[in-house]
């Protein structure tokens, strides 16, 4: 199939441009990058003091020794805008879309909606984990002891967690937007998906600090993905086919949160098709 | 039925649920666009005008296949819109004066590949095409300035430029010069002009700028409460419509409202000056010469009726069913 190779490979040239101008797009603002990556390393020292003292009291709570929970605390900190811990990325535009009616626009386009998203989000995270991850964690590493790995392999391994971890975080945040075609405001539903991930993804406390069922479930609900592996995964907490589990882990999360992403779309779609917004 | 767009007696309902207590919905229907049938020829630029709320959005949607007709036929270019709204999407163009399809925080440039890219348009193609618009929408020292710093003229002619590069056969505008200039807004008209006469692309035009209409487009359709009130030449929207023309006369002196002329009424007496309408469709000559027989007239000038009048009576006629 000659022509479906084309095709595909014409797709592709259109996504990785919109990723670009997603890029692109957040790097025009270098004030605010410069404003979050003070922020991010402010709350990395205050975070760091609390999980101190924590870990001073619990040694090895969760199974992480000292420098292992502060290399989770600046990762987390250095993550905090590249996975959308904390929401925000294409969210709030799309819902701003939808609700002015501005995505009908869109519809006009010979673009795939959620494509054209994920492309612009795989672009944000990019920038964001260069221009406000980077030096959080550099800052972090200076400051204190961190558990941060030597070998090329892990950290190869971990940027494709990463990358995974935004997959499935833009998954969510997509489903999330999308609830604004049938609520007037989406801002409630907003709020409740940034506190789930703020908890589930273990920015608030690495989710192996929690015991029983509880923990086990926190562990395996999609949130996990965005935070609590990709950060084991760097500690080397994986290996060999644990790590190929952590991964696959990852990508199942984002595989089946795109497929429902894609069944709303289209219920979405037909709604403004037939019943005009 | 030989049109390049052609609808036959489309209908959109669409379906209002109200509450009207807990848990007790009323649901009741709303005709937006109520049996239209029209034809449009390849390379015609046609106005679409009506009221606020009278179905032109509606209509607009269903010609571009995001809303599909609750009855009726609809053909552009031969293809049912709302069954291949993608492979469509790619022969026309749409501009909404308050929507931007452009990257807020991106330069114009971006935008641009970005359509480039989108519409599959070949390199050589699309660098012609560019360097055309930059030249007649006077974009050139725009290309590199985030979007976000246009102003409004600027950001719709570059919204206009973007609807246009993948050379679209038909080209949707709705309200194209809305909160516009008038140096921007006369850029815009002759820019379309250009397009429709250069490329053939045929042009939907709504608005509520009459001057838009009168300036571009030779045929003109009015719709009201969804149904089609009137399609053909502006000429003839005058004799619809029943319009008038206005004779002003100054006269010596002021005298009682002049009285007896065939074919002509005082409606205003303002001291010396008098006002008598006519019919739009007559001529002014013999009502001029009974005039100045009998009556001591100094000077005279006869007003054309003016469009927007004709169109605000034809709107107030129609009771609302």
Request: net charge neutral.
């Given at each position: 199939?000659?022509f479906g190779d084309?095709?595909?490979e014409?797709?592709?040239?259109?996504?990785?441009?919109v990723?670009v101008g997603?890029?692109?797009?957040y790097?025009?603002y270098r004030?605010?990058?410069a404003?979050g990556?003070?922020?991010?390393?402010?709350?990395?020292f205050?975070?760091?003091?609390?999980?101190i003292?924590?870990?001073?009291?619990?040694?090895?709570?969760?199974?992480y020794?000292r420098?292992?929970?502060?290399t989770?605390v600046?990762?987390?900190q250095?993550?905090?805008?590249c996975a959308?811990?904390?929401?925000?990325?294409?969210q709030e535009?799309l819902q701003d879309?939808?609700?002015s009616?501005d995505i009908?626009?869109d519809l006009?386009r010979?673009?795939?909606?959620?494509?054209?998203?994920?492309?612009?989000?795989?672009?944000?995270a990019?920038?964001?984990?260069?221009?406000?991850?980077v030096?959080?964690l550099?800052?972090?590493?200076l400051a204190?002891?961190l558990?941060?790995?030597?070998?090329?392999?892990t950290w190869?391994?971990f940027?494709?967690s990463?990358?995974l971890?935004?997959?499935v975080?833009?998954?969510?945040r997509y489903?999330?937007?999308?609830?604004?075609?049938w609520l007037?405001?989406g801002?409630?539903?907003?709020?409740?998906?940034?506190?789930?991930?703020?908890f589930?993804?273990g920015t608030?406390?690495?989710?192996?600090?929690?015991?029983g069922a509880?923990g086990?479930v926190?562990?395996t609900?999609?949130?996990?993905?965005?935070?609590q592996?990709?950060v084991?995964?760097l500690?080397?907490r994986h290996?060999?086919?644990?790590?190929?589990?952590?991964?696959?882990?990852?990508?199942a999360?984002?595989?089946?949160l795109?497929?429902?992403?894609?069944?709303?779309?289209s219920?979405?779609t037909?709604k403004?098709?037939?019943?005009?917004? | 039925m030989?049109?390049?767009?052609?609808?036959?007696?489309?209908?959109k309902?669409?379906?209002?649920?109200?509450r009207t207590g807990?848990?007790?919905?009323e649901?009741h229907q709303?005709?937006?666009?109520?049996g239209i049938?029209?034809?449009v020829?390849?390379g015609?630029?046609?106005g679409y005008?009506?009221?606020?709320?009278?179905?032109?959005?509606?209509?607009i949607k269903?010609l571009t296949g995001?809303l599909?007709?609750?009855g009726g036929r609809?053909r552009?270019a031969?293809v049912d819109?709302s069954?291949?709204?993608?492979?469509?999407?790619?022969?026309?163009?749409v501009v909404f004066?308050?929507?931007?399809?452009?990257?807020?925080?991106?330069?114009?440039?971006?935008?641009?590949?970005?359509?480039?890219r989108m519409y599959?348009?070949?390199?050589?193609r699309?660098r012609?095409?560019?360097e055309?618009?930059v030249?007649l929408?006077?974009l050139?020292?725009?290309l590199d300035?985030?979007v976000?710093q246009?102003?409004l003229g600027?950001?719709m002619?570059?919204?206009?430029?973007?609807?246009l590069l993948?050379?679209?056969?038909v080209?949707y505008l709705?309200?194209p010069?809305?909160g516009?200039?008038?140096v921007?807004?006369?850029?815009v008209?002759?820019?379309?002009?250009?397009?429709?006469?250069e490329?053939?692309?045929?042009?939907?035009?709504?608005t509520?700028?009459?001057?838009?209409i009168e300036?571009l487009?030779?045929r003109?359709m009015?719709i009201?409460?969804g149904r089609?009130?009137?399609?053909?030449g502006?000429?003839?929207l005058?004799?619809v419509?029943?319009?008038?023309?206005?004779l002003v006369?100054?006269?010596?002196?002021?005298i009682?409202p002049?009285?007896?002329v065939p074919?002509?009424?005082?409606?205003?007496?303002?001291?010396?000056?008098?006002?008598l309408?006519?019919?739009?469709?007559s001529s002014?000559?013999?009502?001029?010469a009974a005039v100045?027989?009998?009556?001591?007239?100094?000077?005279?000038?006869v007003?054309e009726?003016?469009?927007?009048?004709?169109?605000?009576?034809?709107?107030a006629?129609?009771p609302?069913?």
């Open positions: 199939m000659r084309d095709e595909g014409r797709g592709m040239r259109l996504y990785a441009a990723a997603g890029f692109r797009r790097a025009t004030t605010a990058t404003a990556v003070f922020t991010n390393t402010v709350f990395g205050i975070v760091a003091y609390t999980y003292a924590l870990w001073n009291e619990r040694p090895h709570l969760g199974g020794d420098s292992q929970a502060l989770f600046w990762v987390s250095a993550l905090l805008a959308s811990l904390l929401g925000g990325g294409f535009e879309r939808i609700r009616g009908a626009v006009y010979p673009v795939d909606l959620q494509m054209w998203w994920l492309a612009s989000d795989l672009g944000r990019l920038f964001q984990l260069l221009g406000r991850g030096v959080p550099a800052v972090g590493a204190f002891e558990a941060l790995p030597g070998d090329v392999v190869l391994s940027l494709l990463v990358l971890g935004v997959v975080s833009f998954a969510l489903l999330v937007a999308l609830c604004a075609f007037l405001d801002s409630g539903v907003g709020t409740l998906s940034a506190l789930l991930c703020m589930f993804s608030l406390l690495p989710l192996n600090v929690f015991p509880f086990e926190a562990r609900l999609p949130w996990a993905a965005m935070l592996v990709p084991d995964v500690l080397g290996h060999g086919a644990g790590l190929a589990v952590a991964l696959a882990f990852q990508a999360w984002a595989a089946v795109l497929a429902a992403g894609r069944v709303l779309q219920a979405a037909r403004v098709v037939v019943q005009g917004g | 030989d049109g390049f767009i052609e609808l036959d007696d489309v209908r309902v669409f379906d209002i649920r109200r807990f848990l007790r919905r649901r709303v005709r937006a666009v109520d049938s029209f034809s020829p390849r015609e630029m046609v005008i009506g009221p606020n709320g009278a179905g032109k959005s509606t209509t269903m995001i599909t007709p609750s609809l552009v031969g819109p069954r291949d709204r993608t492979g469509l999407a790619r022969r026309i163009g004066g308050q929507r931007t399809t452009l990257w807020w925080d991106l330069p114009l440039r971006d935008s641009y590949g970005l359509v480039r599959r348009v070949p390199e050589a699309y012609a095409n560019l055309r618009c030249e929408l006077d050139g020292g725009l300035v985030p976000r246009l102003s600027q950001r002619r570059g919204d206009i430029a973007a609807a993948h050379d679209p056969e080209l709705d309200e010069t809305i516009l200039d008038v921007s807004k006369a850029k008209r002759e820019f379309l002009r250009e397009v429709n006469a490329r053939g692309t045929t042009v939907v035009l709504t509520h700028d009459l001057t838009d300036q487009c030779k003109v009015v009201d409460h089609l009130v009137y399609d053909g502006l000429d003839g005058h004799a419509g029943e319009s008038e023309r206005m006369v100054d006269l010596e002196h002021e009682p002049i009285a007896g074919g002509a009424r005082t409606v205003k007496v303002e001291g010396p000056r008098q006002w309408a006519f019919a739009a469709t002014a000559a013999p009502i001029v100045a027989g009998r009556y001591p007239l100094v000077d005279l000038s007003r009726p003016d469009i927007e009048e004709v169109i605000a009576r034809m709107y006629e129609r609302t069913p």
